[in-house]
C-alpha cells in the first residue's frame, strides 16, 4: 500500500521558514509525482507545489512562486517543502499526496496526513 506521511509543520512567525517533509513507502519513486497541497480554515484546498520524481520538473502556485522550493531525496524516498518568507496568507494544514501516473496535473490518490503551519503576524 502506498503511504505517505507529512511532519514539520508548527507554529512560526511572519517572515521565516519551515521545511517540511513527506516520507513515503510502497511504490517506486521515480514512477510517482508528489504534490503539496494546503488547506486553510474556510477555505478550498489549493495545490501549492508538485514536483516529478523521474526528471525532477517542479510546479509552482503563483501565490507562493519564490517562496516554497519542492525538493526530494530518492536514497531516503522523502519529499521536502522548504517554506521561506512565510505570511500570515500560508497557514494552513499542509498535505502531501501522490500521483502514480507520475504527473503533477492529474488526480492524486494517495494522501497523507495533514501538518499545520501557523504563522503569526
Known amino acids: 500500500d502506498v503511504q505517505l506521511q507529512a511532519s514539520g509543520g508548527g507554529p512560526v512567525q511572519a517572515g521565516g521558514s519551515l521545511r517540511l517533509s513527506c516520507a513515503a513507502s510502497?511504490?517506486?519513486?521515480?514512477?510517482?509525482?508528489i504534490g503539496w497541497f494546503r488547506q486553510a480554515p474556510g477555505k478550498e484546498r489549493e495545490k501549492v507545489s508538485c514536483?516529478?520524481?523521474?526528471?525532477?520538473?517542479?510546479y509552482y502556485a503563483d501565490s507562493v512562486k519564490g517562496r516554497l522550493t519542492v525538493s526530494s531525496d530518492k536514497a531516503k524516498k522523502t519529499w521536502y517543502l522548504q517554506m521561506n518568507n512565510l505570511i500570515p496568507e500560508d497557514t494552513a494544514v499542509y498535505y502531501c499526496?501522490?500521483?502514480?501516473?507520475?504527473?503533477?496535473?492529474?488526480?492524486?490518490?494517495?494522501w497523507g496526513q495533514g501538518t499545520l503551519v501557523t504563522v503569526s503576524s
Open positions: 499526496a501522490a500521483n502514480s501516473q507520475g504527473l503533477c496535473l492529474a488526480a492524486f490518490g494517495s
Open positions: 510502497g511504490f517506486t519513486f521515480d514512477d510517482y509525482a
Open positions: 514536483i516529478y520524481s523521474s526528471d525532477g520538473r517542479t
